[in-house]
């Protein structure tokens, strides 16, 4: 059996109390198609709790009304242990200005809570960068660009956490961040959909996966399947067909469905509405002293 991943058992979720479609910047997203919020509630509220019930630990960032997609807690920003054991968070710079203000947010609770803070650009100027964008995989900090992340946005990420970034282009409308297309499952599996990018960059990034479970362009975009978060041998998720499931569990992987439906109007589920805060720069990706990065 291949080693369960290290991270993943601690994570940042914004209540969502101020969750509605305000605007439409996914092709999910239609202002006249609301979430019902006692159902968005209910079931936020179940993810959090399957998360505690399987040992993970949630901490809790206080929502903004002026932001209803901070819900998605995913893009707040990229937090890792650093080698010499300072927290840091990179905050996202997000693409749309609609979404700018969770930043400030965001850097008051990181802040708050013992951790040092960067960021790749600011209020506009400068490289995007979403967090959603970000997983490490396979002794890499593997990074989507496109959509909603800038390439010049890697020079910072590997240089502020002295690792080795791979650039994975991302190319599909529908998948505009990589968690949407990409999900770790332990040292040797991952989820990929090679439709979410560039030709080149899908096989840069299958190469790097000895045992990857491969989905189409539909599962991704239907199921939500590759935005599942897994905590040990245990893979949440807002669907899983029959398909995906045989192969999963051939794995040794138990399969805990969590009903994300409402979240799914505003273009995420349960990755994007959880950021991991248990990443280990030297034990979850290696340290590579002043960064490096490889794009494809
Ligand atoms: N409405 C949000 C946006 O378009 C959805 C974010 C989904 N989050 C994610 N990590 N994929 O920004």
């Known amino acids: 059996m291949s080693t369960s991943l290290s991270w993943g058992r601690h994570y940042l979720m914004t209540e969502p109390t101020h969750y509605r479609i305000d605007y439409a910047i996914n092709p999910f997203m239609d202002t006249e198609i609301q979430p019902d919020p006692a159902r968005a509630r ?83 100027i400068g490289p995007c960068f979403e967090a959603g964008d970000v997983f490490p995989f396979a002794g890499h900090l593997v990074a989507g660009t496109g959509p909603r992340t800038d390439e010049l946005a890697l020079k910072t990420l590997a240089a502020e956490l002295n690792v080795r970034v791979l650039g994975v282009r991302t190319t599909h409308s529908g998948m505009y961040h990589l968690d949407l297309a990409f999900c770790p499952l332990d040292e040797r599996r991952a989820i990929i959909c090679p439709d979410a990018l560039a030709p080149e960059s899908a096989q840069a990034l299958l190469d790097l996966i000895p045992e990857p479970l491969v989905i189409t362009e539909e599962e991704a975009l239907t199921t939500f399947a590759a935005n599942s978060i897994v905590i040990g041998r245990t893979i949440v998720m807002p669907s899983c067909p029959d398909r995906i499931r045989t192969v999963l569990e051939g794995w040794g992987f138990t399969i805990r469905i969590v009903e994300m439906s409402e979240l799914h109007l505003g273009g995420g589920s349960v990755r994007c509405v959880t950021n991991p805060l248990d990443i280990v720069v030297g034990r979850d990706v290696p340290v590579v002293y002043g960064g490096e990065v490889v794009a494809t």
């Open 42 to 124: 209910a079931q936020w509220d179940t993810l959090k709790a399957t998360i505690e019930e399987l040992g993970g630990r949630v901490d809790v960032i206080a929502p903004r009304a002026d932001s209803p997609d901070m819900v998605y807690a995913m893009n707040l920003g990229f937090a890792a242990t650093l080698a010499d054991g300072r927290r840091h968070v990179i905050l996202s710079h997000m693409r749309f200005p609609e979404r700018r203000n969770e930043t400030r947010s965001a850097l008051d609770w990181f802040a708050a809570n013992g951790w040092g803070t960067a960021y790749v650009g600011k209020d506009g």
